[in-house]
């Protein structure tokens, strides 16, 4: 059986993170398994944005930096690779989110190598889903001998959740990211694009940091929630089904993760999932908020939980009073729906992706309910969000 390690970790302390890390990869069964004196080890982050660690919208430097530090103990070079999503000024700003994440320091104090994803070159590989599109990946995911994935754990405006699954969209460099929005706007097509690039690299391991994980709406504009677990796997949707559950939904209920489930990725029957570590059963994280297109849970039918998103749908808008005027959300609407001047966006072409949700660094873009009886059920006391 699969397994998945949930250990407890309430801070961001280098030695309690070591400790509890390799505790968990030796239940794992070691990291001779995964890696050897020599190898060359990529660390995919989760860098979404120009970000500090303690927003929880990334994974937290100093989890990044235990890795690190693990691993060039075992003789290993590492890695630090992702692409953040978004424009500015025609270009991603990953090189800005490198630095303002910390993870530059990191690596100048740990003797790491950062990859830009933008500007490493890519691969060739081809699509497995109904797209069947030539994908073009960050390279350095196929030069390294492993590859680890280190997700964060967040709520997703647009896909509920975002975790192990969808962590590798950053594979794919720069604004190319647009294009597959555009293409796929829809979470569950979206979910085949995620289920293409995990069968096409491979990720030999997945560790979570859900220290500080994010509740409400994320992956970036939601609230810090101190999940104090870090959770490992093999197997990136084991991870993510157990990891869901720990919020209080079922992985039925994330649409971006149908298609690997149908495309069989990993393990996403609970039941066959053995969980090790601090924790022998799924722990509960009480109070979490999930994002407003979800409501209620146990909801397993999933056209029943399209209706109930359909009628609690959120549309985004810009506040002005908080926008500064960046032009981010402008830059990487993939349908070009923002007026750049005004910032109004034209509903007949947006193709509701959340993108500019996500990306404005100043909460600005705002999620509306469209429908008016929503409105009201959520005025009323019984709209609360769990
Ligand atoms: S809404 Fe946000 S991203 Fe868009 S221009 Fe304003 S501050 Fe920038
Ligand atoms: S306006 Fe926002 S939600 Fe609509 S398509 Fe553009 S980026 Fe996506």
């Given at each position: ?78 890695w630090?690779g992702d692409s953040s ?6 270009i991603a700003p990953t090189a800005k989110s490198f ?14 190598i950062i990859k830009n994803f933008d500007s490493e070159g890519v ?13 073009y990946?960050a390279k350095p995911?196929?030069d ?29 460099p720069g604004l190319r ?210």
């Amino acid at each position: 059986m699969v397994k998945v390690i949930i250990q407890e970790c309430s801070e961001y302390e280098i030695n309690s993170l070591i400790l509890k890390i390799n505790d968990g990869i030796e239940r794992l069964g070691g990291w001779d398994l995964f890696v050897r004196p020599g190898d060359i080890v990529l660390l995919k982050v989760n860098l979404i944005g120009p970000k500090p660690s303690e927003s929880a919208a990334i994974t937290h430097s100093e989890f990044l930096r235990a890795i690190v530090r693990i691993l060039k103990q075992r003789g290993c070079e590492v890695w630090i690779g992702d692409s953040s999503g978004g424009a500015i000024a025609g270009i991603a700003p990953t090189a800005k989110s490198f630095k303002v994440s910390g993870y530059e320091e990191v690596a100048k104090e740990e003797g790491a190598i950062i990859k830009n994803f933008d500007s490493e070159g890519v691969m060739e590989v081809c699509s497995k889903s109904k797209y069947g599109e030539t994908m073009y990946l960050a390279k350095p995911i196929f030069d390294a001998d492993v590859v680890i994935n280190l997700p964060k754990l967040k709520t997703h405006s647009a896909g509920i959740y975002t975790g192990a699954v969808k962590n590798v969209f950053g594979c794919i460099p720069g604004l190319r990211k647009a294009k597959y929005h555009k293409m796929a706007p829809n979470p569950k097509d979206f979910g085949e694009i995620l289920a293409d690039i995990h069968q096409s690299a491979k990720f030999q391991l997945h560790i979570m940091d859900g220290i500080y994980a994010m509740q409400g709406e994320g992956p970036t504009a939601g609230d810090v929630y101190l999940g104090n677990k870090i959770l490992m796997s093999t197997d990136p949707l084991a991870l993510d089904t157990v990891a869901i559950n720990m919020i209080g939904m079922k992985i039925e209920e994330v649409p971006n993760l149908s298609a690997a489930i149908e495309r069989e990725i990993g393990e996403s029957r609970l039941e066959n999932i053995t969980i090790d570590g601090d924790f022998k059963s799924v722990p509960q994280l009480e109070g979490f908020r999930l994002p407003k297109r979800y409501k209620g849970s146990n909801r397993r039918n999933y056209n029943v939980l399209i209706k109930v998103i359909d009628f609690f749908k959120t549309a985004p808008r810009i506040n002005r009073k908080k926008c500064r005027n960046c032009n981010v959300c402008v830059e990487s609407c993939p349908v070009k729906a923002i007026n750049t001047d005004t910032k109004q966006i034209d509903y007949k072409i947006c193709i509701e992706c959340m993108c500019c949700h996500e990306l404005c660094m100043h909460k600005a873009v705002e999620l509306k309910k469209e429908n008016l009886l929503a409105r009201i059920f959520d005025s009323l006391s019984f709209g609360k969000y769990r």
